[in-house]
């Protein structure tokens, strides 16, 4: 069996219009939110807060439901897992900047949806953990 890799990212939520909308990115066809492979010895929770900062320059999110989260399957020739926590974002715009890595931002383009905007748009596999993310904010964690 491949070892697998952890992946940490968070589904961020700001309040526009007095509307919860929830950010996601795209890479080629794929929307997700901000996330990416967490670094040997790093805490999952640290790699998540990071992965957000050099993705989005979003900082300063408000873990205000705690720092529960939520794990997808393996999956991908890199038998990744990805881990998704849920937090607040009261401020600062988005900007995807330049990876130093790839020569040109990670993501092609980003998008401030509602609930039915991130549903039609995310993957199968991302789908049952925003189902959990928006029950906690329901109060049905």
Known sequence: MNETRLSAGVIIVRDIEQEPRFLLL???????????????????????????????TLNGLVFAWGEDYRETRPYGPMNKIARYYMARSDHGEVFLPVSEELGHPEHEEFLWVDYHGAVQRVSERVLPIFEWACGVMRGRG
């Not at 492979?37 to 807060?49: K, N, S």
């Open 26 to 56: 795209r890479a080629y066809q794929y929307w997700d939110f901000p996330k990416g492979l967490v670094e040997p010895g790093e805490d999952p929770l640290t790699g998540a807060i990071r992965e957000v900062e050099e993705e989005t």
